[in-house]
């Protein structure tokens, strides 16, 4: 994951990113993962909705803080005070793509939902994550040095919880990648291939012809980390 390590104020002071994370806070609220893993998720199903609950709370909190819920939650008949716990997610209107969609065209660019943390840019490094979903229009999302961390947590459990460890490589399979809908003339991916094979993709359904392209395509002479000899390149040997 990204993010910023530093920058300087007007002021001339640095800002570091560290100095805006309670990383004792946010073990508590958010465990690492081992401890996740081996405490969090024994916990008895009481322990853990009340541990919910603490981590609800700061959600409605920070969110009433922002004008694009206090306006959208508002229109909903919804006050501060009406959300109490996670017994009345219910009473929460859905919020979907589109609205936010609209939220960047009432306040271009980055829209009401994320202008005050851009505002904040000043004072808190920021990590900046975009997405054109389906319109190839910039989505863009702003993460504090907190909110940064926690999405790296989530991350590493997920990793973790499927037998991923610190120091492991993963070997993505043909066939697998991301599917571009759309996109600006800007936008430019870079791919590398080995020897004596070349860019083939799909960009809808894979044809049956697809298929059997990917079930032949032959394994590279080297494995793509360490080279030739590598351990890869032994359990391809022996398919």
């Known amino acids: ?19 805006h994370v309670d990383f004792d806070d946010l073990d508590f609220r958010h465990p690492l993962p081992h401890r996740f893993i081996a405490e969090v998720m024994r916990w008895s199903p009481e322990r853990m909705r009340e541990h919910q ?9 920070r969110a009433w803080a922002n004008r694009f ?24 209107p859905v919020i979907t793509h589109h609205d936010f969609r609209k ?43 907190f909110e940064t961390e926690v ?7 997920a990793l973790l919880a ?8 993963m070997l993505l399979p043909t066939g697998t990648g991301h599917c571009e809908l759309k996109a600006t003339s800007e936008f430019l991916v870079v791919g590398a291939y080995p020897p004596g094979q070349h860019w083939d993709i799909c960009r809808s359904a894979p044809s049956p012809a697809a298929n ?3 079930r032949n395509l032959p394994f590279p002479n080297s494995d793509p980390v360490f080279g030739s000899g590598g351990p890869m390149t032994k359990i391809w040997e022996s398919k």
């Open 151 to 157: 999405q790296g947590i989530q991350v590493a459990r």
């Open 53 to 61: 609950e603490v981590l609800f709370a700061d959600i409605v909190r």
């Open 1 to 19: 994951m990204g993010g910023c390590t530093g920058m300087t104020t007007a002021d001339g002071r640095t800002n570091a990113y560290r100095s």
């Open 103 to 145: 939220s960047l065209v009432q306040c271009s660019p980055f829209g009401v939902h994320a202008s005050q943390a851009f505002e904040s840019r000043s004072t808190v490094p920021l990590k900046i994550q975009s997405s054109g979903g389906t319109t190839g229009a910039p989505r863009p999302t702003f993460f504090d040095p």
């Open 162 to 169: 499927q037998g991923i460890q610190a120091g492991d490589i």
């Open 212 to 214: 059997e392209r990917m």
């Open 69 to 92: 819920y206090q306006e959208f939650w508002g229109r909903a008949g919804i006050e501060p005070g009406d959300i109490r716990g996670l017994d009345d997610v219910a009473r929460l």
